[in-house]
C-alpha cells in the first residue's frame, strides 16, 4: 500500500470514528448551551408554579415588558406568597391534626427550602427579623447570550410572543434548562417565521437586519 493510499485510510477511518462518536456523544457547536440545567440554590419549580399553578411569567419576571432584561424577581416578590405559603398542604395539615389532638397551638411549619428563602429576607418563622440579617440568593444564570449580541425583551413581548417560543414548556419543568440552541439561525429562522409589524419595514417578516441584534 502506497504512502498515499495509507493516508486516505487513515483520514476514512477518523472520519468514520467522529461518525460514530456523534452518535454516541452529545457534539455541539461552541456556546450551544441547550439542556443546560443547572442546579439552584432554592430547588424552585416552575413546573408547581408556571403549570399547575398557571401563575403569569411576567408575575414575577416583570422586567420583561418594560426592560431589556426580563431579571430574576427579587426574595421580596417570593415572599409576597410565601409569608402565608410556607409548605406543602399536607404537612401542614398533618401539624394541625397533631396539635389539635394534643391540645395545643400548631406550630408554624417552613419547608427546608422556603427556610433559604426566609434567611435570604432575614426572617425568623414569626416573619421577624433575624440578628444575621438577610443574604441574597446567588441564582445560577441559565440563559446567556454572547455580549456581541442585542435582545431586547419589551420588543418580543410587544409582538406578543409567547414566553415558551424561546424558553420551552416551561411549565412542564421541574428545574429551569435552555430550551432551544439559541443560535444565529435559530433565531433568523424565527424572525423569517414573524410576520413583520404593520406600517414598518417593507419586509414581510421581522427584521433579518444585521443591525437589528448587532449594534
Not at 48 to 70: P, T, V
Not at 143 to 166: G, K, S, W
Request: charged share 20%.
Amino acid at each position: 500500500m502506497t504512502y498515499r493510499n495509507t493516508k486516505i485510510l487513515i483520514v476514512c477511518m477518523l472520519l468514520l470514528g467522529a461518525l460514530v462518536l456523534a452518535q454516541d456523544t452529545d457534539i455541539r457547536l461552541p456556546g450551544n448551551n441547550q439542556g443546560y440545567e443547572p442546579e439552584q440554590p432554592i430547588a424552585f419549580s416552575h413546573r408547581l408554579h408556571a403549570g399547575e399553578l398557571n401563575i403569569d411569567c411576567q408575575f414575577c419576571h416583570y422586567g420583561a415588558e418594560s426592560s431589556r432584561h426580563a431579571g430574576i424577581p427579587s426574595a421580596s416578590v417570593c415572599m409576597n406568597c410565601h409569608k402565608t405559603v410556607t409548605a406543602k398542604f399536607d404537612t401542614v395539615l398533618i401539624e394541625r391534626e397533631l396539635a389539635e389532638v394534643e391540645g395545643r397551638d400548631p406550630r408554624r411549619i417552613i419547608s427546608p427550602e422556603l427556610r433559604k428563602l426566609y434567611d435570604a429576607v432575614g426572617l425568623d418563622e414569626n416573619l421577624q427579623p433575624t440578628a444575621e440579617g438577610g443574604t441574597p440568593i446567588e441564582w445560577v444564570r441559565v440563559h446567556n447570550l454572547p455580549d456581541f449580541v442585542y435582545f431586547d425583551h419589551r420588543v418580543h413581548v410587544a409582538r406578543d410572543l409567547a414566553c415558551e417560543t424561546c424558553h420551552g414548556p416551561v411549565g412542564s419543568m421541574e428545574r429551569m434548562r435552555q430550551f432551544a440552541d439559541l443560535s444565529m439561525g435559530w433565531c433568523v429562522q424565527c424572525h423569517r417565521d414573524t410576520p413583520a409589524i404593520p406600517g414598518g419595514p417593507a419586509e414581510d417578516h421581522a427584521s433579518t437586519d444585521c443591525a437589528a441584534c448587532h449594534y
